[in-house]
């Protein structure tokens, strides 16, 4: 069965470096998104993409962070020069037009 | 702005019951999605159940049922013959129906924990 696939499964950084969240959607799915779960905390949007831009972001992506399809597979997260408040789970999903999003295992980042 | 509410923030049952976690929603969108997914302690996210909001007839997936009503923009889920593999955090979530060109977002509520008990 197809599956979203998320590397790494966890990192940590120190703060005010850069990291990179990688992500493989579905093949054949068209829209992609990022969501942000906080521990012990309600999942929250950050953005979606699609057609190589992104559709709808949330107040919380601002200019700290990017996505990015590098090369028609990949889809990526970059957070620059993070801070102790970004130590979350991080998921990317992926899904087909008017469909339900399937997600990914998550990355747990840890800022310290 | 569309919010999703889950007011119960845990609970608990004896492995082989039924239990049923509430979920209401504001809306002003006609067409819509609905969802249940679980995050066991893995913290994985796995869809559940959907519902589409055109079609009456409550969605079924083995042990998993919904009650819809749409009018009361209420969306609970009921686990029959629960076991200790159900124990997770249970996410209600709701979906615009998108337009041709694009998705929308998925709004979650904060969900519930849900512990069965052998």
């Known amino acids: 069965e197809p599956e979203v696939t998320q590397t790494p499964s966890h990192q940590v950084t120190q703060m005010g470096q850069e990291v990179i969240l990688r992500c493989v959607p579905i093949s054949n799915h068209l829209y992609f998104y990022w969501y942000r779960q906080i521990l012990g905390q309600k999942v929250e949007f950050l953005v979606s993409?699609?057609?190589?831009?992104?559709?709808?972001k949330s107040e919380i992506f601002d200019d700290q962070f990017s996505v990015e399809r590098p090369d028609g597979s990949n889809f990526t997260l970059k957070i620059r020069s993070t801070k102790l408040e970004d130590s979350a789970m991080y998921f990317c999903?992926?899904?087909?037009?008017?469909?339900?999003?399937?997600f990914g295992q998550g990355t747990r980042l840890t800022v310290v | 702005a569309q919010t999703v509410t889950q007011s119960q923030p845990e609970m608990s049952v004896q492995e082989a019951e039924t239990v049923t976690l509430s979920c209401t929603y504001d809306t002003s969108e006609n067409n819509y999605y609905l969802f249940w997914y679980k995050q066991p302690p893995s913290r994985q996210m796995i869809l559940v159940i959907r519902?589409?909001?055109?079609?009456?007839q409550n969605a079924t997936e083995n042990r998993f049922s919904v009650n819809f009503q749409k009018a009361a923009k209420s969306f609970s889920l009921k686990i029959s013959d629960s076991q200790l593999g159900d124990t997770a955090m249970y996410f209600c979530a709701f979906m615009k129906h998108g337009s041709v060109n694009r998705d929308d977002k998925i709004i979650f509520g904060k969900g519930t924990r849900l512990h069965i008990l052998p």
């Open positions: 999903a992926s899904s087909e037009p008017r469909s339900e999003a399937f």
């Open positions: 519902q589409e909001a055109y079609k009456q």
């Open positions: 993409f699609y057609n190589n831009e992104i559709s709808e």
